[in-house]
């Protein structure tokens, strides 16, 4: 049974920092790729960064690049999203996905609509 628990979302000003966590359970992520997404109100699920478990390489948008960077643990259980030099525009909710058929990680973070696997989400606030 596939799994996805996200947190550490919170309230954090301009200028912060924040590190969600992806619990994962029921995956083979060696198989495929596994990303965040974030969907703020009024607007489309957007990929934010997504990483390959083969190879590791990794694809960011455009905004979050230099500012984000996703990783693993070694036991692959968990995926995080480092975040520094948040801005109002990254407030939104944040999703961990996975998905088993997609090997680029570009591929997976520009066609949410087929990412077949996702947690609940966390919120995240950017606000002073």
């Known amino acids: 049974e596939l799994q996805l628990v996200e947190s550490g979302g919170g309230l954090v000003q301009p200028g912060g920092s924040l590190r969600l966590s992806c619990a994962v359970s029921?995956?083979?992520?060696?198989?495929?790729?596994i990303g965040w997404f974030r969907q703020a109100p009024g607007k489309e699920r957007e990929g934010v960064s997504c990483l390959s478990g083969s190879d590791g390489s990794s694809f960011y948008k455009d905004s979050v690049k230099g500012r984000f960077t996703i990783s693993r643990d070694s036991a692959n259980t968990t995926v995080y999203l480092q975040m520094t030099n948040l801005n109002p525009e990254d407030t939104a909710e944040y999703f961990c996905a996975a998905d088993p058929y997609i090997f680029a990680p570009h591929a997976m973070c520009q066609y949410p609509d087929i990412v077949p696997s996702w947690g609940r989400g966390t919120q995240v606030t950017v606000s002073s």
């Open positions: 029921g995956f083979t992520f060696d198989a495929g790729a």
